[in-house]
């Protein structure tokens, strides 16, 4: 994809590949049971994007967040920009094989900008809202959470590329014209 060797025709299918990888860093984190977020000192309290439990060993109190808006809210926008992210997803895949990849790249990198909003939204207001809900103690945020994060960023840097690429691709295969900065009069 860049200048240092790579053959483009090999690479272009890096991008899509981080989509996937983003795909599914989304789904663990919106599937996770264990947990978003869990108290540090006895593991006796645990919450994730759909519900919070508090006990120990086999005797949970489970009660669902989705009474709260802002538990609606994170819900929704995760799981919105998951579905955007397959669409981004699909159409990159579509978009590799067609003659007119070009004209699917900037539409794709804008489609990644939406989710990247999405997401960072929901990932903010999650730990707003649940430390305002819990008073008591400090709260360590969990893998489930990161990989929430993890797809984020790798949306981020997708959308980059994607919004970036058609305008070097002609630099990357070799096609572009010389330019010089020096001629003779």
């Not at 790249?105 to 809202?129: M, N, S, T």
Request: some cysteine; glycine content about 6%; overall charge neutral.
């Amino acid at each position: 994809m860049f200048r240092c060797g790579i053959a483009y025709t090999r690479c272009r299918w890096i991008v899509p590949l981080l989509l996937l990888f983003a795909i599914i860093f989304d789904i663990i984190a919106i599937a996770a049971t264990s947990g978003w977020v869990e108290d540090e000192d006895a593991k006796s309290h645990y919450a994730n994007m759909w519900k919070q439990c508090r006990g120990r060993n086999d005797n949970w109190d489970c009660k669902s967040l989705m009474e709260f808006p802002w538990a609606q809210a994170v819900a929704a926008l995760m799981i919105i920009g998951l579905i955007i992210l397959i669409i981004a997803f699909i159409i990159s895949c579509v978009g590799l094989w067609c003659a007119f990849k070009n004209a699917l790249l900037p539409p794709i990198g804008a489609l990644l900008i939406i989710v990247v909003v999405l997401q960072v939204i929901a990932l903010v207001i999650y730990p707003c809202k649940f430390n305002e809900l819990i008073f008591e103690g400090h709260y360590y945020y969990t893998w489930a959470y990161g990989f929430g994060w993890g797809a984020t960023v790798l949306c981020i840097g997708c959308s980059v590329l994607f919004c970036c690429l058609p305008r070097y691709e002609d630099e990357v295969t070799g096609m572009a014209k010389t330019k010089y900065i020096y001629s003779s009069a």
